[in-house]
């Protein structure tokens, strides 16, 4: 139980006294046949326009900050529903929904204040007689189910009242309806009603500082005192916008729930069994209190429904608690960004970024809330902060939840991990993440693809049944980041192309999310491409040519075809690197158009790969292609006419060589063997060498040529040894015999070399 400290008492009085000053507050009550509406100041010039369950009153003064608690918070007028001040036509107004077919009068008293009695069929506004009031017959506590402790978790709360709920109605306390929740008792039958416009269902507030158009099954007044033109009415129609609300009409009283929660709520159900019809609604309001004080949302809407208040400030808070969307008849839908109390609601219901703000404006109502909920409420917000990246609001809403001293549930414990990972404690925060997304609590979803986020940021192996969970989610919530992280959880597994499937069928389904979806996409064949296995190349390549036309013409995917083709062309694919580079059009210049020309004459296309060379001559890269492509179309002479460009090249004698010797161009040839590397001569080329060197009427075997021949059996390499054997010695006889053998052998040798090329 919370005790006032005087200090505290004083500022309580202060702030109430201040709110008197500033507040015109509107009175209402409830009489025996009528519900009464008082309205002091800034109704001096009031009228009252009526246009069947809505009321208008016209010459509000505009100067005037008005208090609607009483009628949309406290609920003391029974046949009124909801108030708010608008702006029409006519100026500033007050907005009535009443919620039977009733009487309405209007007078004004002595002391100059402007009354409205919503009178029911065949009654008169006159003076309530004070009833006696029946005393509620008091539940029997049931100490097996109330343990006493103030530590109750929502979900064991909820338990713990269905339990007593039918232990009640089995002694004939309460009449429990067949409905997936508890509801209250219905009220004593109403007058014929006549049918209420069918409900929108609303999205979610994105956008709280701009207000919808007002809805069209509204009426208008039914007489305007001034005559307005179809586009006048249109820019005021855009004008109309829910006003924020005054504090006191989202104080939910939840003391006498702090303690037995479930005990008082049932004394409750018990004593609107028995209460007379003008004692329900007091009565329906306390229970409705006692159910948001607890948490139950959904018990509380379906109380306020039967009793005609679902358009209440009470009931768009049991919406946002069950998380129902608001629509657009809630007092809640669509209102400006508001201080206090009601920027905390609008925090609770609007998305990540735009609960920011509102929660900041909340001013820290959120302690003003009974215990229970105040820990419900601070572990969403504090979630909603968390995907904001708003950490120190997090951290206050956290250090709030616990303050209470009840058990952490899971949403608090996420909340806890990913606080924990900003300060460091990565792996604490991991293994907690993990827990919690085992579990089927509200926040495993969020925990599972916090760990996705985290794998793939710290390129950390998954846990095991990862691929699984994260799969299953995509496929059950169809949360558009559930499938980027599944997609990307394949692309671990070296499946490119499932997951670039996920990621295109996914911008099929939600074209917001392609700009998204093609980024992840980029990085998963980034990745992808450079990796070791030739297998996952092999597959990032497929996905690439499956999915190009998905992909945008923007400069990052400009270079991922690039890198695809270069990859290509490093795995022995040079048809698809020409094939991909290529799509860039035909101005492809720089590292682009090498890797083009090597690819054309990998592929088999010399001649283009020269039309692609021969303007970059000066580029000795360029030039050697031009050589090899010369060579590769038998062209030796101009394949020796590029290889001289190449001045002062390293590579030069070798192709200058290589070409000469095809041109049979012997002395070039044997002075750029003279120019190579001994270390870079094969054993190929130090035949050519010697066969040159011969050619060239040299009369020694080049050392360059005899180091590397000398280390060879092959009789080629002997025979070229003995091209520059010295003259035989003996008789003419012998000499001529020995010249004969000698010219044969160098005959055949010279004949193989040729061949050979």
Known sequence: MRHVT???????????????????????????????IAIGRGAESAALVRNGRRLLVVGVDTRETFDLSEINGYQKAHRVNSARIITTPEGRSLELNIN?????????????????????????????????????????????????????????????????????????????????????????????????PKKVAAKEQSAPDKAPDEPAATPEPAKAPEKKTAQAADENAQELRRSCSSKHAFKIDGAAFEDEPMVKIAEL????????????????????????????????????????????????????????????TDLLYGTPPCRGAQALWQAAVAKPNDAVGHYRRSENTIVDLPSR???????????????????????????????????????LKYVKAMLDEQEGGSETSRDTLIEIASDNSRAADDALLALADTYVRNAETPHEGYSEDIGALAKTTNSAEAIMAEAMSWADLGNVGTALFLLQSLTDKSPEEKQAAQISAHNILSKALTASDPI????????????????????????????????????????????????????????NALLKARAALSSGQPQKAIEIAAPNMGDPAFAK????????????????????????????????????????????????????????????????????????????????????????????????????AKPPEGTTLQRSKQLVDRTGAEIRMVEEVMNDG
């Not at 978790?153 to 089995?170: C, D, F, G, P, T």
């Not at 105040?374 to 303050?403: F, T």
């Open 100 to 196: 039977c077919d009733c009487d309405v009068q209007t007078s004004r008293l002595a002391d100059g204040r402007f009354v409205i009695d919503v009178v029911a069929p065949g009654k008169t506004a006159a003076k309530k007689t004070q009833a006696k009031k029946p005393q509620p017959k008091t539940a029997e506590k049931s100490s097996d189910l109330i343990d006493g402790v103030d530590t109750m978790s929502v979900q064991q709360a909820h338990s713990r009242m269905i339990a007593l709920l039918k232990e009640a109605a089995r002694d004939g306390l309460i009449d429990i309806r067949e409905d997936k929740v508890a509801k209250a008792p219905a009220p004593a039958k109403k007058a014929k009603e006549t049918p209420q």
């Open 536 to 591: 996952v190349i092999y597959s990032a390549l497929d996905a690439y040519l499956v999915h190009k036309s998905w992909f945008p013409k923007n400069q990052p995917f400009s270079e991922l075809r690039n890198a695809a083709a270069r990859r290509a062309f490093d795995v022995g694919l040079p048809n698809l690197a020409l094939s991909v580079i290529n799509e860039g059009g035909a101005d492809v210049t720089g590292q």
């Open 269 to 328: 159900q018990a004593e609107l069994a028995e209460a007379s019809d003008n004692a329900k609604q007091d009565i329906a309001h306390k229970l409705a209190a006692g159910f948001l004080s607890v948490g139950f949302g959904e018990e509380a809407l379906a109380l306020l429904t039967d009793y005609g208040k679902e358009t209440s400030v009470y009931a768009g808070i049991a919406k946002i608690i069950a998380e129902r969307p608001l629509e657009t």
């Open 625 to 724: 292609i031009v050589v090899d492509a010369n060579i590769a179309l038998q062209k030796h002479h101009d394949a020796l006419g590029a290889a001289s460009t190449l001045q002062g090249d390293a590579a030069k004698p070798d192709l200058a060589a290589r070409a000469a010797w095809l041109a049979r161009s012997f002395k070039s040839a044997a002075k750029n063997f003279h120019e190579m590397d001994p270390n870079q001569v094969t054993p190929a080329g130090a035949l050519n060498f010697a066969l040159a060197a011969y050619m060239n009427a040299e009369k020694d075997l080049p050392a360059g040529a005899r180091a590397i021949l000398s280390q060879s059996n092959d009789a080629l390499a002997k025979g070229a040894e003995a091209l520059f």
């Open 6 to 36: 005087p200090l505290i008492a004083l500022l309580l009085s202060a702030t109430s006294a201040f709110a008197a000053d500033t507040d015109s507050k509107i009175s209402a009550g409830e009489h025996d046949g009528f519900s009464r």
């Open 373 to 411: 909920l105040r820990v419900l409420i601070a572990a969403r917000i504090a979630m909603k902060m968390v995907d904001a990246k708003a950490w120190d609001a997090a951290q206050e809403l956290y250090d709030i939840a616990v303050a209470t001293e009840m058990p952490m549930g899971p949403e």
